[in-house]
Every structure is written in structure tokens, then in C-alpha cells.
């Protein structure tokens, strides 16, 4: 038989509320139906009455709420942001000497993330070891080790939906550990075990090969892969082992007896800096990373490695197309920046902000996209190095018949820029973004430990963010203007492109690129 019970209560309480909000008595059994009318008479007009007072002062309420609307979204007037980004010394821990990190407790979840990173700047001797040496960083956690198999070692982790991630760049190597606080110490005992003694298993090796080859293969697959390629090789001297290729026979010949050769060193460092946010106690921690800490022995390299070195521009500005047969061409234009920490950086990413950094407030979404049609997305920005020169870039993508005028109409808001400055509320505008982006790098515990121990590594200050804010409201309308002018300069520019060279008559002189020589060897 079918309950109903729910839906009875619900109408008996549906009843009584209705009830209790009248203001008419409840009707007695014995009263004459024409007693019953006219109590419901007087009930219908009682009503009337209160809906009529109710209608006028719901419509006062609703004429000053709409005399309190701007009339206008730039008449909103908005608190004051106020915002202090959190302080790296309140986080930062010594465990020993060279090993520090940053601890962000953060007890809502029983999760807990944890980065180390180790110090270890090199690079290849060799063109024919480049293929190996990309492979290392994956293969420290895929190979399996420390008497684990790498089958074992994926089980184990599906098991208990936790994460190891392994890898190793040119400056420095690093693991992840991502867990359920009951399972960490274990995964701080599986991490060491695994990573230092690496197995560098045969049949996983294959699986990364292949993915390498097909990677090699479809390296050219969109106008975007080529557009990255050809901007890299107009721009760089290609001398540097950093921008090396890899060939696909290469890629093919890479032995386990390679990438264990490779490996050697790898989280050596003498310099340790780690990451660990999450549900976990401060003190605790310490403790626990400590003992972590005093158990890790890695053997350094037999011999020392080669030091990487900063790459360096071709400084050839022009025109460079790689021929493709497309109908929306992918430019991007480029001319060398400058290293951080530098006085430019923060007055250019300002300027830049006006010029195209900032989406349909900038000058190049209104003129090009707005005002004329002819690209979906365009923008600039500045380069954030700390250990290369970087560049300024403005990039776009529009139809290979609108190149020149595209390009036109940038170049005229470059010099219109540079010439007469940002207006007020422009350069308000940006400020008031760029300081408002703050917080953003701080939505995580795990993203502020993170930020905090790649900062330590580049030599970022502890008062780095809070000097953000100075510098940017410290920029003034001439230095946008200066800083437009020097970086955004045409006659130093590279212009990358790829489309159909048969339509591009109008932006000789240009330098076709052939695509089979945009890599670095």
C-alpha cells in the first residue's frame, strides 16, 4: 500500500500557515451560511486592503531602489580593495642546512600536497644524448623502484588515489607527493624508496618512446606548434645545448642504459627547497621532515655537469613566414625584454596592459576586433624571466586577405601610444587590474607554499608582493609612454608568421622559412 503520510502532513501544514496568517476567527460548526458569506465578505475586503498597503509601500520601496541605480555600470561605485598578500617568513621553515621550505596548514580536508625541489642546473654535452635526457624526469617515477615494480608501483597509487610525479629541467629537479593525510607517511617512505633507487624499467621505457615519437611526429600539426617553432628559431642563437632537438632516430635509440646514465645526480642538489600545505600540523611536520630529510642519500654525479647558460638573441628584426596553406594567419611579433629584477619590468607590464594586456579594455581589442573585424583574440604581453632575457610579445590570428591591415592598425596604436600616453582612466584602469590580480596567486594553500619555494629559488624577496603593489601605483603616464617607445618598436621586431605565402604580396620584404629547418641542431 502506498504512504501518503508525507504528502497529508504537508497539506494539514499547508492549512495551519494559512490559518495562522489570516486575521479572520475560525469559522464554528453551527454557523448559517449566510453568516459564512459575510465573514468571508469582510475577509475578502480586510484583504484587499492589506494587499492594497502592501502594493503601495513595495512600490515606494521599488521608486527609491530604482533612483538608487547608476545609470550607468561606470557610475557603480565599488568598496576599496584592500588586500595584503601573505608573507613568505610567516611560512618558512630551516629543516638543515641548504634544505628549507614552506609549510600552509590548511585543516578543512584530510588532504596533503608536497613539492620538494633540488638545486640542479645542467645540461647535455652532447646533440646525440638530448632525446635521453628528456626522457629522464618521467622515467624516475615510471620505471619503478627501490625493489617496486613499476606495475606494483601504479597499483599501489591507484589503490590508495594517490599521486608521485617526478621530473627534471635545466635547472632543477623536483618530485610531488598528493595524498590523504593517512596515507602521507607512507608516501614519504614509498617517494624515497622509489627515487633513490630508480629502475628505469625496459617495457615502460617503450611506452614513454612511443609517446616521444608520436609527439615528434605531430610537432608540426597546427599552424600554433609551427608558429611556436619558427618564433623560437628567428629570435635565438641556436648554439645554445638549452634549444636543442632531438631527431626521431634519436627519440628511437634511447636505452634504458641512456636514461640511467643521465640520471645520475638527479636529486643530489645541495640546495633543497619544498612545498607542503595541506592537513598538516606545523610542528609535526617539522619533525617528520627532518627525519625525511636525514635519510636522503643520493650519490652525486661522477662527473660535474655542464652549467646551463642564458640564451641570446639573433637580434635580426624582419619579416619571417613559413609557408602554409591556411586561411587564418597566426603572427607574433617579438623584440628581446629584459631579465628580472629590473626597473622596466613593472612600468612595461603596465604599458602593455594598456596596449593589449588588458582584453577588451585595451587599445588593440578596440581598434583591431571592435573597430574593425578582423581578429577573434589579440593581445600583448611582457616577458617574466628571472634567468633569461625575455621578450615582448603581440600576438593574433586573422584572415591571410587582412594581414597588412591588421598590422597597420597596430603599428598606429603603438605609435599613438607612444606619443601621446595613456589617458586617465587608462592607466588607472591597469593598475587597478594588475593590483587586483593578486590575490589569485594566493587562491590555495598548496598554490601559496608553491609560489613561496619557486620564489626562494629565483631569489625573489620576502617583500616581493608587497612591493608589487608600490611599483605598480608608482607608474606614471610618461613612463608608459617611454616604455612603449623602447619596447614595442617596430624597427626592432621580429614578425613570425604562418600562412600561404602567395598572399602575403603586400608585407614584402619578408624571409620564407622553410619548415623542415626550424629545428635547433
Known amino acids: 500500500m502506498r504512504k501518503v503520510y508525507p504528502l497529508v502532513c504537508s497539506v494539514v501544514a499547508l492549512g495551519a500557515i494559512?490559518?495562522?496568517?489570516?486575521?479572520?476567527?475560525?469559522?464554528?460548526?453551527?454557523?448559517?451560511?449566510?453568516?459564512?458569506?459575510?465573514?468571508?465578505?469582510?475577509?475578502?475586503?480586510?484583504?484587499?486592503?492589506?494587499?492594497?498597503?502592501?502594493?503601495?509601500?513595495?512600490?515606494?520601496?521599488?521608486?527609491?531602489?530604482?533612483?538608487?541605480?547608476?545609470?550607468?555600470?561606470k557610475d557603480i561605485k565599488y568598496p576599496e580593495f584592500k588586500y595584503v598578500a601573505p608573507y613568505p617568513k610567516d611560512y618558512r621553515v630551516e629543516i638543515a642546512s641548504g634544505i628549507s621550505g614552506y609549510i600552509v596548514s590548511d585543516r578543512s580536508l584530510p588532504l596533503v600536497s608536497f613539492t620538494v625541489y633540488f638545486e640542479e642546473p645542467r645540461v647535455v654535452s652532447a646533440l646525440k644524448d638530448e632525446a635521453a635526457s628528456e626522457m629522464v624526469g618521467s622515467m624516475l617515477r615510471r620505471g619503478g623502484g627501490g625493489g617496486i615494480s613499476a606495475h606494483a608501483l601504479d597499483d599501489s597509487l591507484e589503490f590508495i588515489s594517490a599521486s608521485l610525479s617526478t621530473s627534471a629541467g635545466t635547472f632543477t629537479s623536483m618530485f610531488d607527493i598528493d595524498c590523504l593525510t593517512k596515507d602521507f607517511p607512507a608516501m614519504m617512505e614509498l617517494a624515497r624508496s622509489v627515487l633513490m633507487q630508480p629502475n628505469f624499467d625496459k617495457e615502460q621505457l617503450e611506452i614513454l618512446k612511443a609517446n616521444f615519437v608520436t609527439a615528434y611526429e605531430q610537432r608540426y600539426d597546427t599552424p600554433a606548434k609551427i608558429l611556436s617553432a619558427l618564433r623560437s628559431k628567428v629570435n635565438y642563437e641556436?648554439?645554445?645545448?638549452?634549444?636543442?632537438?632531438?631527431?626521431?632516430?634519436?627519440?628511437?635509440?634511447?636505452?634504458?642504459?641512456?636514461?640511467?646514465?643521465?640520471?645520475?645526480?638527479?636529486?643530489?642538489?645541495?640546495?633543497?627547497?619544498?612545498?607542503?600545505?595541506?592537513?598538516?600540523?606545523?610542528?609535526?611536520?617539522?619533525?617528520?621532515?627532518?627525519?625525511?630529510f636525514e635519510g636522503w642519500k643520493v650519490a652525486p654525479p661522477k662527473s660535474e655537469p655542464i652549467k646551463p647558460t642564458p640564451l641570446t638573441f639573433l637580434r635580426k628584426p624582419g619579416t619571417y613566414v613559413v609557408d602554409k596553406d591556411i586561411t587564418q594567419a597566426n603572427i607574433s611579433m617579438n623584440q628581446p625584454f629584459v631579465r628580472r629584477p629590473h626597473e622596466d619590468y613593472y612600468p612595461a607590464a603596465v604599458a602593455s596592459f594598456i596596449l593589449g594586456g588588458g582584453s577588451f579594455s585595451s587599445r588593440l581589442m578596440n581598434s583591431v576586433r571592435t573597430e574593425a573585424g578582423l581578429a577573434y583574440s589579440i593581445y600583448s604581453t611582457v616577458g617574466n624571466d628571472y634567468r633569461d632575457t625575455a621578450m615582448v610579445t603581440i600576438a593574433l590570428q586573422t584572415k591571410v586577405e587582412t594581414?597588412?591591415?591588421a598590422m597597420k592598425i597596430i603599428y598606429r596604436e603603438i605609435d599613438k601610444?607612444?606619443?601621446?600616453?595613456?589617458?586617465?582612466?587608462?592607466?588607472?584602469?591597469?593598475?587597478?587590474?594588475?593590483?587586483?590580480?593578486?590575490?589569485?596567486?594566493?587562491?590555495?594553500?598548496?598554490?601559496?607554499?608553491?609560489?613561496?619555494?619557486?620564489?626562494?629559488?629565483?631569489?625573489?624577496?620576502?617583500?616581493?608582493?608587497?612591493?608589487?603593489?608600490?611599483?605598480?601605483?608608482?607608474?606614471?603616464?610618461?613612463?608608459?609612454?617611454?616604455?612603449?617607445?623602447?619596447?614595442?618598436?617596430?624597427?626592432?621586431?621580429?614578425i613570425s608568421i604562418v600562412g600561404p605565402v602567395a598572399k602575403f604580396e603586400n608585407l614584402k620584404p619578408f624571409t620564407v622559412v622553410p619548415l623542415d629547418s626550424l629545428e635547433f641542431r
Not at 34 to 50: F, I
Not at 463 to 473: A, C, P, R, S, T
Request: proline letters at 4%.
Open 18 to 73: 494559512f490559518a495562522a496568517c489570516s486575521s479572520a476567527p475560525a469559522p464554528k460548526a453551527e454557523t448559517s451560511l449566510a453568516v459564512e458569506s459575510a465573514d468571508s465578505s469582510n475577509l475578502a475586503e480586510a484583504l484587499q486592503t492589506e494587499v492594497a498597503m502592501a502594493g503601495g509601500s513595495a512600490g515606494v520601496a521599488m521608486e527609491t531602489a530604482a533612483a538608487d541605480i547608476p545609470a550607468s555600470y
Open 238 to 292: 641556436g648554439t645554445n645545448p638549452r634549444l636543442w632537438d632531438a631527431s626521431l632516430e634519436e627519440y628511437k635509440k634511447v636505452s634504458p642504459e641512456d636514461v640511467k646514465r643521465l640520471a645520475e645526480g638527479v636529486y643530489s642538489g645541495k640546495r633543497i627547497v619544498f612545498a607542503l600545505s595541506g592537513d598538516v600540523d606545523k610542528d609535526s611536520a617539522i619533525v617528520t621532515l627532518k627525519k625525511f
Open 403 to 405: 594581414v597588412d591591415s
Open 417 to 494: 601610444l607612444a606619443a601621446e600616453g595613456p589617458t586617465e582612466e587608462e592607466l588607472a584602469l591597469a593598475k587597478k587590474s594588475l593590483i587586483e590580480s593578486l590575490p589569485s596567486l594566493f587562491d590555495s594553500p598548496a598554490s601559496t607554499a608553491l609560489i613561496f619555494a619557486k620564489g626562494e629559488l629565483l631569489g625573489k624577496t620576502d617583500d616581493h608582493y608587497l612591493d608589487y603593489v608600490k611599483e605598480i601605483n608608482a607608474v606614471t603616464a610618461n613612463q608608459v609612454k617611454a616604455m612603449i617607445a623602447k619596447y614595442f618598436d617596430k624597427s626592432k621586431m621580429t
